[in-house]
């Protein structure tokens, strides 16, 4: 990896898997890392593991993606504490086989992996300038996903594979549309497929549902660090460093679906999220700065 000395950057979902393993190679490069995180006692734990090398810099800060009061409080301490933020790393993904909803009635699947993230991203951006990078981690269930305008949180005829697919189609929309509306600010924005990692993340912290067939399945899967590959890559490497648009698999641009590259789709879907989070042309600093 390219030395990271002197650069901030924050990682979602950073307690575990391929957010832990992103905060600890960017930590190991020089970076500072600010680790969001919404579960206090597992960011604790995370934060301590992580010191174990005292050479790492690490800031902890709780937030929760699916409360979008949450979201601005983050992104309030953030601006208050750090000047210039170079990397953004929107890992936190959610799953669920039953039909959830986040504290604003939004599904969650949707809430969480993109709208939280969209929020997030565009609050931050004051505190990005040239030659800052947005990496978000999508996944090949993009390629069976539809945004659902008519019906975007799902009320009728809800499943997992059609809630999921239409997250991750939103992260590839998202990423191509913020790269467009991103180009002359010289901060270049991409998203990649990790593969098939065998993580927490559709597991019930509650119930411990899903723990035994992940185990099960866990040789058959990459490591969380080997998932987080791509994302440390785009984070970091002096090859993509004028890159932006782009979906990447195993470090390389790869094809995403038709449907991903549709810039009506993708200006639509931007349009609803500043609707749905309450971004404005007025009051956020995405619009006072472009």
């Known amino acids: ?19 832990f393993a992103t905060v600890k190679a960017l930590a190991d490069a020089g970076a500072h890392v600010i680790m969001l995180c919404r579960d206090k006692e597992r960011g604790k734990d995370a934060l301590l593991k992580l010191k174990e090398d005292p050479h790492r810099s690490l800031d902890l800060i709780l937030c929760d993606l699916g409360d979008f009061s949450s979201i601005r409080a983050f992104t309030e301490e953030v601006k208050r504490k750090y000047r210039h933020i170079d990397i953004l790393v929107n890992n936190a993904g959610f799953i669920s086989l039953d039909r959830q909803e986040t504290k604003e009635g939004v599904e969650r699947q ?31 269930a993009h390629k069976t996903g539809r945004i659902h305008f008519n019906d975007i949180n799902l009320h009728r005829g809800f499943n997992v594979i059609k809630a999921y697919s239409q997250s991750k189609l939103a992260n590839v929309l998202f990423t191509k549309e913020l790269a467009r509306r991103l180009k002359k600010r010289g901060i270049t924005v991409n998203c990649c497929h990790p593969g098939a990692v065998a993580t927490n993340m559709g597991v019930d912290r509650k119930t411990g549902f899903g723990r035994t067939i992940t ?24 090859s993509v460093g004028n890159i932006t648009g782009e979906y990447f698999y195993k470090c390389k641009v790869a094809r995403s679906s038709r449907r991903s590259k549709d810039p009506c789709l993708a200006r639509k879907l931007f349009l609803l999220s500043m ?16």
């Open 1 to 19: 990896m390219n030395s990271l000395r002197g650069k901030t950057a924050i990682v979602t979902g950073a307690n575990s898997g391929m957010g």
């Open 215 to 238: 185990r099960m399945l866990k040789p058959f899967f990459l490591t969380p660090e080997e998932g987080a590959k791509t994302a440390i890559f785009l984070a970091s490497d002096e």
């Open 275 to 290: 609707k749905m989070t309450g971004i404005n042309k007025t009051s956020d600093c995405f619009f006072r700065r472009v």
């Open 110 to 140: 949707f809430g969480i992996n993109h709208l939280g993230h969209f929020l997030l991203t565009l609050s931050l951006l004051c505190r990005m300038g040239e030659g800052s990078r947005i990496v978000v981690v999508a996944s090949g």
